[in-house]
Every structure is written in C-alpha cells, then in structure tokens.
C-alpha cells in the first residue's frame, strides 16, 4: 500500500474508534513537527506517539490541536457504532475500518456525517 493510503487508513481507523492516532506516527500533517520536536525518541506503534502528542498537548501546534480535537470528535460520533458493528473486530490492518465500511448504510446519520 502507497503510504498515503497507509495514512489516510490509520487516521480514518484512529479517529474513527478511539484508537491511538498511527497516522501522526507517520510524520505526516498537522502534526508532524510537534512528532519531531515532542516525541522524536518514542517507538511507534501501540499509541505510542498518540499518548506522547496527549502528553505534550498543551505545547502543540494549533493546527494539530485542531487535528487532534476532530479526531475525538469523530471517535465520539462512532463509538456506539463501532461497538454494535465491529466489537469482535481485531485492531489492526484496517479491519474495523473495513467493517464500518461493510456497514456503512447501517452507520447513524452522526457517524456517517463524520465519515
């Protein structure tokens, strides 16, 4: 997969269900210097640099503040959804992604807005 579709799947799978946010793991957008100048030295992977970017969050950037904030956002809107569709989805490698995507007509109108 092109790392765009790599980011661009991470953050909807993130964002999506409350899962850490891989796609600021990538160095890419609104956050990538706050990764740089904040969690340089942290490991990816497990909401590593979710939880540092939390850590740091009164120091980053506005624009991946924002970034962050409509991440919780979409979280909150999809979370009942993803637990009565995809509750016994494993994590990773786009499998809840791709369940709310096979249910995407079954979605509520808020989630479905955020999407």
Do not use: W
Request: aromatic share 4%.
């Amino acid at each position: 997969m092109k790392k765009s579709g790599l980011v661009l799947s991470a953050v909807t799978a993130l964002t999506l269900f409350g899962m850490q946010v891989p796609a600021f793991a990538h160095g890419n957008g609104e956050c990538k210097a706050d990764i740089e100048n904040f969690c340089k030295g942290v490991e990816h992977g497990q909401g590593r640099i979710h939880e540092c970017l939390k850590q740091n969050q009164s120091k980053l950037s506005s624009a991946c503040q924002t970034k962050m904030e409509h991440a919780k956002q979409k979280h909150l809107a999809c979370k009942a959804d993803k637990e009565k569709f995809c509750k016994d989805v494993q994590k990773g490698d786009g499998r809840i992604k791709a369940c709310m995507k096979d249910h995407q007509a079954e979605l509520s109108s808020q989630c479905r807005a955020v999407l």
